[in-house]
């Protein structure tokens, strides 16, 4: 049950194109639909579930993953997954729900439970979270894609809860882009951090970026600064994971608040920890 953190070497997309496509209706809303509202004691944000079977071989070891946790949607033990952000759910949360189809006070939707204690997957710096929730029936989770990408002027739609309420949509452009990180001209507030940026093309939403904080900037131009929401790329976000999930495949790890590099073993890796330090006194005594 890996915890992962520090950002470093972040990669080039793999291409860029334009925005700008018509979509069918019905595809918008079912997009839509995958997005929902975080709620914990202290607080409420959005995320959205997430389908990694589509991604590339590059990042199999996110899709396995995912696929093995996962399992059959039959199984009463599987687990659904969803992207939010870092300062939303963290590796301190113990509880919290997700209430998707949340679209008026009249219909507030369907509620599940999260479940961190089956797997958290989490970065503070970039500020995403992969967290584990209960089987969510009756919404198709959002392929992530990282064959489109953007560029500055590209048109994009956020879809998040503001305030905790009920679902909310806006149009905006991206208007900067720096490192692992892309800026927009939103009116986004508390309760928007982990909704999903998307991007239309070839007739469908595809989600490019996570938002996450507001941000003062200088532009490109060297335009004096001004107040942008900002949002982590999701290749960004991909390539992160799966590195640490290649170099720590059984460990949970958060080097994002130091750099120390620290390790922190899963529950499997206690075990065998603590069956290494009882052989250990063993022999110290007895041999």
């Keep these: 049950m890996p915890r992962i953190g520090t950002i470093s070497d972040f990669s080039r997309p793999p291409s860029l194109t334009e ?18 509202k975080i709620s914990l004691s202290s607080h409420t944000g959005t995320g959205f579930l997430v389908c990694t079977q589509t991604l590339e071989d590059r990042f199999r070891l996110i899709r396995d993953r995912f696929a093995a946790l996962g399992g059959s949607a039959l199984s009463s033990h599987s ?46 710096k970039l500020d995403y979270t992969f967290v584990a929730c209960e089987r969510v029936r009756g919404v198709d989770p959002l392929p992530i894609s990282i064959k489109f990408t953007m560029k500055i002027g590209t048109d994009v739609t956020l879809v998040g ?8 949509t806006s149009h905006s452009r991206i208007l900067n882009i720096q490192g692992p990180y892309l800026h ?42 001004q107040k942008y929401r900002r949002a982590s790329v999701i290749w960004n976000i991909l390539v992160d994971a799966q590195r640490q999930l290649r170099t720590n495949p059984s460990l949970r790890v958060d080097t994002s608040l130091s750099t120390s590099n620290a390790l922190l073993p899963t529950k499997g890796g206690r075990m065998l920890s603590g ?7 063993y022999y110290w005594f007895f041999c």
């Excluded at 069918?24 to 839509?32: A, H, N, P, V």
């Excluded at 209430?99 to 008026?104: E, I, L």
């Excluded at 809860?161 to 909310?168: K, Y």
């Design 19 to 36: 925005g700008n496509s018509l979509v069918l209706d019905s595809i918008i809303e079912k997009r839509k639909n995958a997005v929902c």
């Design 79 to 124: 687990f659904s997954f969803i992207l939010t952000n870092n300062h939303v759910v963290d590796e301190k949360t113990t509880r919290a729900t997700a209430t998707f189809k949340y679209v008026s006070s009249y219909d507030r939707g369907a509620t599940y439970n999260l479940r961190p204690d089956i797997f958290l997957c989490t970065n503070k």
């Design 161 to 168: 809860h503001r305030g905790g309420g009920p679902r909310q």
């Design 184 to 225: 927009i001209k939103n009116k986004s507030g508390k309760g928007a951090s982990g909704s999903p940026l998307f991007f239309a093309r070839k007739n469908d939403w595809h989600v490019v970026g996570l938002h996450h904080s507001e941000e003062s900037i200088h532009t490109n131009g060297g335009e004096p600064k």
């Design 275 to 281: 069956l290494l330090l009882l052989i250990i006194a």
